[in-house]
């Protein structure tokens, strides 16, 4: 179960991680520190993670950005 764990801890932060780098408002100050909002990020982009943490609110985090043209009608 420990093995587990670690493992699922270890693919959210390497998804976070790279979700702050590409954050353009954090990178400019010279800061790798990730934040609330990377990790709901990582976790919904990923279908596995979406799925298993369905329903979770993500506190400080904010919203998920929506495209507002890629809705389908």
Avoid: C
């Avoid at 954050?23 to 990377?38: E, L």
């Avoid at 990790?39 to 507002?68: C, W, Y």
Wanted: proline fraction near 3%.
């Amino acid at each position: 179960m420990a093995g587990v764990l670690e493992y699922l801890a270890y693919e959210i932060l390497e998804l976070s991680s790279s979700k702050a780098s590409e954050d353009k408002s954090y990178s400019s100050r010279g800061s790798s520190t990730i934040m609330p909002r990377h990790i709901m990020l990582a976790i919904k982009s990923d279908s596995e993670f979406n799925r298993f943490f369905k329903g979770a609110n993500f506190h400080q985090a904010g919203v998920m950005p929506t495209n507002f043209f890629d809705s389908d009608k």
